[in-house]
């Protein structure tokens, strides 16, 4: 901050000096070698001050360059990034259907065969069972057989014995 004030304050007075050698000139008057040397001085002055302008211009330019490619990089990286994020979830939900449907498939065969071993042992079960049923019949048959002959042999034993 004090350079810049110094090189305005610099500045102003290199004017001031030079409107004073301008206005000797005008009259017609002679320059001393130091005034040649302050006009030397104010043009290396506008000069420079030229070419910081320039510099300033072109870092000025360098970076609405900068900024403009920045910039679309950015939408680039944005663009690209939101692609690859619709192209992940895309693929997600293909393979979660995907799952879905193994799952969904191996469920319906799983029930399947649960299904068809119910049956199976229902049908073994419904077998036995008429065959308990079947065997109670027997047994039963076979008691009222046995309760007939031991009431025979009774007789017959009591037949003997009574003469």
Same mark, same amino acid.
């Given at each position: 901050?004090?350079?810049?004030?110094?090189? &305005?304050?610099?500045?102003?007075?290199?004017?001031?000096?030079?409107?004073?050698?301008?206005?000797?000139?005008?009259?017609?008057?002679?320059? &001393? !070698?130091?005034?040649?040397?302050?006009?030397?001085?104010?043009?290396?002055?506008?000069?420079?001050?030229?070419? %910081?302008?320039?510099?300033?211009?072109?870092?000025?330019?360098?970076?609405?360059? *900068?900024?403009?490619?920045? !910039?679309?990089?950015?939408?680039?990286?944005?663009?690209?990034?939101?692609?690859?994020?619709?192209? *992940?979830? &895309?693929? %997600? !939900?293909?393979?979660?259907?995907?799952? /879905?449907?193994? *799952?969904?498939?191996?469920?319906?065969? *799983?029930?399947?065969?649960?299904?068809?071993?119910?049956?199976?042992?229902?049908?073994?079960? &419904?077998?036995?069972?008429?065959?308990?049923?079947?065997?109670?019949?027997?047994?039963?048959?076979?008691?009222?057989?046995?309760?007939?002959?031991?009431? /025979?042999?009774?007789?017959?034993?009591?037949?003997?014995?009574?003469?």
């Amino acid at each position: 901050m004090g350079g810049t004030i110094t090189g &305005s304050l610099l500045t102003t007075v290199l004017d001031e000096v030079v409107k004073r050698i301008a206005r000797k000139v005008a009259s017609g008057k002679r320059l &001393s !070698d130091s005034e040649v040397m302050i006009l030397l001085l104010d043009q290396m002055n506008r000069r420079m001050e030229e070419g %910081f302008k320039a510099v300033d211009i072109r870092f000025n330019n360098i970076e609405k360059n *900068f900024n403009t490619r920045l !910039d679309g990089l950015k939408g680039y990286i944005d663009t690209r990034f939101n692609e690859m994020e619709k192209d *992940f979830n &895309s693929r %997600f !939900d293909s393979l979660k259907a995907y799952i /879905d449907a193994k *799952f969904n498939d191996l469920e319906r065969n *799983f029930n399947s065969r649960l299904d068809a071993l119910k049956d199976y042992v229902d049908g073994r079960l &419904s077998e036995m069972s008429k065959r308990i049923d079947d065997l109670s019949k027997m047994i039963h048959a076979l008691s009222i057989e046995v309760s007939s002959i031991k009431t /025979d042999i009774i007789k017959i034993l009591r037949e003997r014995k009574s003469p």
